[in-house]
Antibody, heavy 121, light 111 residues
Framework: EVKLLQSGGGFAQPGESLRLSCAGSGFSFSTYAMTWVRQAPGKGLEWVSC????????YYADSVKGRFTVSRDNSKNILYLDMNSLRADDTAVYFC??????????????WGQGAPVTVSA | SVLTQPPSVSGAPGQTITISCTGS?????????VHWYQQFPGRAPKLLIY???TRPSGVPDRISASKSGTSASLDISGLQAEDEADYYC????????????FGTGTKVTVL
């Protein structure tokens, strides 16, 4: 059974940093691209970032480019999202998702449980 | 969001409802697949349909979807109380170097 267990997140002040983690199990982690999606309170889903299975290819939404960094440790089966220079509009629940293949741009077969991030002064 | 959905759709138990997803020539119109997700309040989204009209294992066959031109649609027949949730379409957009794009989301209410 595919499982994605998220950790991290929490509360930060504007300008601060947070790290999200997403541990995968039940599948060959390095074989699949992984994606981060967020959902602001009461809003819809917004793509944040994705990374190829091997980690060589990384992509970001314009809203987070230059501030967020996606990475993965395939030896530990963990996906990361390092969030710097946080802003109030980064407040959201962040979900990790397992793509259907080693390259992104398909669909998300499985999702983590979500990690809330609140940015406020 | 570059994919537009109606904010809400409602129906009585047993009825059929349709959720539309309207895109453009930079996403659905280029032939990129459309996928659909179901989300209950406070929960993670769940894949409902992939590659325009394919159901993952475990999704009932009263759920179906189609795509034409720059739009797609999700049909739920034999509406049940358990179908009350938010639904999102998703595709790929070639503008600005490429990105996942999600629909605006539709709240389904079972009357």
């Amino acid at each position: 059974e595919v499982k994605l267990l998220q950790s991290g997140g929490g509360f930060a002040q504007p300008g601060e940093s947070l790290r999200l983690s997403c541990a995968g199990s039940g599948f060959s982690f390095s074989t699949y691209a992984m994606t981060w999606v967020r959902q602001a309170p009461g809003k819809g889903l917004e793509w944040v970032s994705c990374i190829s299975g091997g980690g060589a290819d990384r992509y970001y939404a314009d809203s987070v480019k230059g501030r967020f960094t996606v990475s993965r440790d395939n030896s530990k089966n963990i996906l990361y999202l390092d969030m710097n220079s946080l802003r109030a509009d980064d407040t959201a629940v962040y979900f990790c998702g397992k793509d259907w293949s080693s390259s992104p741009w398909g669909y998300l077969e499985s999702w983590g449980q979500g990690a809330p991030v609140t940015v406020s002064a | 969001s570059v994919l537009t959905q109606p904010p809400s759709v409602s129906g009585a138990p047993g009825q059929t409802i349709t959720i539309s997803c309207t895109g453009s020539d930079s996403n659905i119109g280029t032939g990129h697949h459309v996928h659909w997700y179901q989300q209950f309040p406070g929960r993670a989204p769940k894949l409902l349909i992939y590659a325009d009209n394919t159901r993952p294992s475990g999704v009932p066959d009263r759920i179906s979807a189609s795509k034409s031109g720059t739009s797609a649609s999700l049909d739920i027949s034999g509406l049940q109380a358990e179908d009350e949730a938010d639904y999102y379409c998703q595709s790929f957009d070639t503008a600005l170097g490429g990105s996942y794009v999600f629909g605006t989301g539709t709240k389904v209410t079972v009357l």
